[in-house]
């Protein structure tokens, strides 16, 4: 079993900064792609970002240019740097990562919430 652990999320202005970060642990074997999605009130969950193993990045088009996402293989880290934050940037934001040996859908974090507000 896996286990995500998030943190970063909080209350920023429009404009503003904020930096995830999802911690896996546990029986890792390898991990390939790792990802971040996410959820705004009444609307369906979609993918942000993500990156593989080899560090191809995919963004979602309202993001690139504002959102980069990295990972350190050392520490099983992902990370989302979130700049030029938009008040359609709230959702609650998981983390995802697909490891080899584990489901098909991959391991899910319990989710942080980002809200852009002034």
Same mark, same amino acid.
């Given at each position: 079993? $896996?286990?995500?652990?998030?943190?970063?999320?909080?209350?920023?202005? !429009?404009?503003?900064?904020?930096?995830?970060?999802? @911690?896996?642990?546990? &029986?890792?074997?390898?991990? @390939?792609?790792?990802?971040?999605? &996410?959820? @705004?009130?009444? *609307?369906?969950?979609?993918?942000?970002?993500?990156?593989?193993?080899?560090?191809? &990045?995919?963004?979602?088009?309202? $993001? *690139?240019?504002?959102?980069?996402?990295?990972?350190?293989?050392? *520490?099983?880290?992902?990370?989302?740097?979130?700049?030029?934050?938009? !008040?359609?940037?709230?959702?609650?934001?998981?983390?995802?990562?697909?490891?080899?040996?584990? !489901?098909?859908?991959?391991?899910?974090?319990?989710?942080?919430?980002?809200?852009?507000?002034?």
């Amino acid at each position: 079993q $896996v286990r995500l652990v998030e943190s970063g999320g909080g209350l920023v202005q !429009p404009g503003g900064s904020l930096r995830l970060s999802c @911690a896996a642990s546990g &029986r890792i074997f390898m991990i @390939a792609a790792m990802g971040w999605y &996410r959820q @705004a009130p009444g *609307k369906e969950r979609e993918l942000v970002a993500e990156i593989t193993s080899t560090g191809t &990045r995919n963004y979602l088009d309202s $993001v *690139k240019g504002r959102f980069t996402i990295s990972r350190d293989n050392a *520490k099983n880290t992902v990370y989302l740097q979130m700049n030029s934050l938009k !008040p359609e940037d709230t959702a609650v934001y998981y983390c995802n990562v697909d490891e080899v040996a584990g !489901p098909a859908a991959g391991y899910w974090g319990q989710g942080t919430q980002v809200t852009v507000s002034s």
